[in-house]
């Protein structure tokens, strides 16, 4: 299913604000303009529930909850929407890998970030859905 980018809904999760900033600028730079954030993963549940995103980009590490902690979280929901978790972490091990792909996510990003590499990945993403 090939989704339309100004109705597609993207969530980041990242307790980095630099890295929120230069993702959410990368999704606007390619027309993803519904775009949510946020630095807190307390919150992704309430908000989860409200603005019902397509994916999520969505920090390994994080204070509080971490990214795996969240998607055994979300995998509890049983709403029958779709979604794909992309990972982005500044790990590069195969564990983490491994980890992410067995709970769920459709993808893994290492940083730093690339252009080319987050846009694509972002529409292959879409294009599993």
Known sequence: MNFDKSMS??????DNIANVLLLERMLNISGYNNVRTLTDSREILKLYSTYKPNLILLDFRMPFVDGLQIMDELN???????????????????????????KGATDFITKPFYYDDIVSRIQSAFECL
């Open 76 to 102: 509890l929901i049983k709403d029958n929407s779709k979604l794909s978790i992309i990972m982005i972490s500044a790990e590069n091990d195969k564990e983490y890998y491994d980890k992410a792909l067995a």
């Open 9 to 14: 809904k993207i969530l980041i999760v990242d």
